[in-house]
């Protein structure tokens, strides 16, 4: 079941027209998921990592939006689909769960009513008492206690830690094959982060599914995932295993973003590591490299990097694969120190 | 630990009134939100607050800075006592003690330009600063690495790093003694955040500043405090400089909580160590008697039930490096 390329991404462009412009917000992007595998997509905010997930499910529709590349999913090209197909995919196959668990409960109906439907959508037919058990049996596995009590409780009875078991809950039912978990821990206390996190990872054990896990926080990245893409400009700039990320770096904006968590972790007072400036917009990306206004190793082939932007490439004899143009003496990868 | 003490809060208790039936009833029960707390801030130091959401610690910063009444307790700016102060005297007061907000979106006003933003303070309080109104705007703005000419910009025009410092350069247009911070970076990317952390204590070595800094992220107020005061539900839990609290916790909550933060180290050996609470923090309307933290704590006995733990310190010797815990049964540290 483990290694089987689930999920393909090639070459996947995202680029919403506004009143202001043409927003590029996914940049030719490719990644392939492996089931039992759990694939982290790092960023910050507007490195377009939330509008590749939900491309995916092709959410991004509409008239303003435009998609192209291809999405293969267990061989089918979701770009491709017709309306009806993507919703006999969305929640059975692939599921979702989003960062704000109040917001992604419908406030008038009991959480049972919720978790059923979502059943019920995708099980035709269902007796209301089979669907019930189902969904007590997946209260119970997410660690709700007493749900026999609770499945008939609407959601603001339930704390935040709880909400977001019962939003797991639902897109759990039908045993889907990739979960998409677009920050499902970033409206949480670190404490019930813990939980969430290892009730994610023990039913990915049992089950054996793919998780795309987005997230902005570096130490979640560290404890959960197998693989990372780090997004930046709606571009990935680094593709790499955990270790390999963590260990060496092979992307100046991995570099300062790895710098600047490690300097705060390190108890050492005096200046932290910043990464200057900040993001480009997605109106106008540079013709180049995006990073390279915020980049400190640019100097001696700045010409070649604000010409075109580099691909994905093998900068190490390792796995991992970086977009940049420098060479991995010039980036003395080396530099990074394990916190003591 | 000799510098003078600045702003001090004493057995501090607020509870707000819950769930009354009809206008002038009788509320059912009181929220704990702040309760017993007692807390020193000292001359040109920043005092660290964390805690999970609801633990009260915004409820705390803003008892200290007078926006909100304790229900009892009392507060002491310079020695003096400034729990009853109001009308004019209270304005001035403002000026010592400022704050900084959390959302730098929904803490500016977009309607208004930068200059005036940051002005407003002065215009409030009617100091006319030596020169211009605008060429102190200016030299403000040009403090927290803003570029002056932006004056007339709005804050749409800002990043949400930028707009932080606008909510900076407000705070300082007084000249206060005191500034609490109410989570001021966790809106912020990573990136982003470092650079404004990098301002803050700048500030505080140029100016000689002194912060309240509140934030939920321990790695944040472990780089900015020189004392951190670790709350749930309502109380002071355990007190105690960084370097001692980070690496050997005393109260088993501040264990549990550091040993929940992911590391940005893959797999490491703290992993198998990461002790993970089980259930929710109780709710703050009746909170559990005795120590609050029982009901989840995997130390807890009769006792810990029985009687309520004072937080003192729990050396042999009194040592102000070791800290206070409120815990009958506290981590001993080797």
């Known amino acids: ?340 | 630990m000799t510098s003078e003490v600045l702003l001090e809060g004493k057995e501090l208790i607020k509870y707000f009134p819950h769930g009354s039936k009809g206008i002038f009833g009788k509320p059912d029960g009181f929220v704990q939100a702040v309760d017993g707390v007692n807390i020193i801030l000292r001359k040109g130091q920043t005092l660290g607050i964390v805690g999970e959401s609801g633990c009260g610690k915004s409820t705390l910063a803003r008892v200290l800075t007078r926006l909100i009444d304790p229900t009892s307790g009392s507060i002491f700016l310079e020695g003096q006592d400034i729990t009853k102060v109001n009308g004019k005297e209270l304005q001035v007061l403002r000026r010592d003690i400022q704050m900084i907000f959390q959302d730098p979106y929904s803490s500016l006003n977009p309607r208004h330009s930068v200059g005036e933003i940051i002005a407003t303070p002065m215009r409030i309080q009617k100091i006319l600063p030596k020169g211009s109104e605008k060429l102190r705007v200016q030299e403000l703005m040009e403090l927290v690495g803003l570029n002056p000419e932006h004056y007339n910009r709005y804050p749409h025009e800002f990043s949400g790093g930028q707009r932080q410092r606008i909510g900076i350069a407000r705070a300082l247009a007084l000249n206060p003694k005191v500034i609490v911070a109410d989570e001021p970076v966790s809106a912020l990317d990573v990136s982003i955040q470092a650079q404004i952390l990098n301002l803050l204590e700048q500030l505080q070595h140029d100016l000689g500043l002194s912060y309240v800094f509140i934030a939920h992220d321990l790695s944040v107020v472990r780089h900015i405090a020189d004392e951190v005061a670790v709350m749930y539900l309502g109380k002071v839990v355990e007190l105690a400089r960084p370097d001692a609290l980070y690496s050997a916790p005393s109260h088993p909550y501040s264990k549990a909580l550091l040993s929940a933060v992911p590391s940005a180290t893959p797999r490491s050996s703290h992993m198998h160590s990461r002790i993970v609470l089980q259930g929710d923090v109780p709710s703050p309307i009746n909170p559990p008697n005795g120590c609050r933290f029982a009901a989840r704590c995997w130390k807890a006995k009769d006792s810990c039930i029985a009687q309520e733990p004072s937080l003192q310190s729990h050396g042999e010797i009194p040592d102000e490096n070791v800290g206070l815990v409120a815990c009958h049964f506290p981590e001993i540290s080797n």
Not at chain 1, 21 to 45: M, P, Q, R, W, Y
Not at chain 1, 162 to 175: D, E, F, H, K, P
Not at chain 1, 277 to 290: A, F, H, M, Y
């Open chain 1, 1 to 340: 079941m483990n290694n089987v390329r689930l999920l393909s991404v090639e070459n996947l462009n995202v680029e919403f027209s506004t009143s202001d412009g043409v927003v590029h917000a996914v940049n030719d992007v490719s990644f392939s998921v492996h089931s039992g595998k759990t694939l982290g997509i790092v960023g910050e905010s507007g490195s377009g990592k939330s509008v590749t997930a939900s491309s995916i499910l092709k959410l991004n529709t509409g008239i303003t939006a435009s998609t192209s590349g291809s999405i293969l999913f267990n061989g089918k090209n979701i770009l491709g689909v017709d309306d009806k197909a993507i919703r006999a995919i969305r929640g059975s196959e692939i599921a979702m769960i989003f960062q704000d668990p109040l917001s992604a409960l419908n406030p008038y109906y009991t959480i049972g009513s919720q978790i059923i439907e979502a059943y019920k959508v995708h099980h035709k037919g269902v007796k209301k008492k089979e669907a019930r058990k189902i969904a007590l049996e997946m209260l119970h596995r997410v660690g709700i206690p007493n749900p026999e009590a609770r499945i008939d409780e609407y959601p603001h009875q339930f704390s935040g830690g709880m909400r977001q078991r019962i939003v797991i809950a639902t897109a759990l039912i039908n045993s889907p094959k990739l979960l998409i978990a677009d920050e499902p821990t970033t409206a949480l206390d670190v404490t019930v982060q813990a939980q969430i996190l290892d009730l994610m990872k023990d039913i990915q054990r049992e089950n054996g599914m793919a998780i795309i896990l987005i997230t902005h926080d570096l130490g979640v990245v560290a404890e959960t995932c197998d693989d990372v893409a780090v997004m930046y400009g709606g571009r990935i700039v680094e593709k790499a295993s955990v270790q390999e990320l963590f260990v060496t770096p092979t992307h100046p904006y991995s570099f300062g973003l790895l710098g600047a968590v490690r300097s705060l972790d390190n108890s050492a007072r005096g200046e932290l590591q910043t990464i200057a400036g900040s993001p480009p917009s997605l109106l106008n990306l540079p013709s180049g490299c995006s990073f390279l206004p915020r980049c400190s190793y640019a100097d001696a082939s700045r010409q070649q990097c604000a010409s075109f932007v580099p691909p994905l490439q093998n900068v190490l004899p390792t796995n991992s694969l970086s977009a940049c143009h420098l060479r991995a003496e010039a980036l003395n990868v080396l530099k990074i120190k394990e916190p003591s």
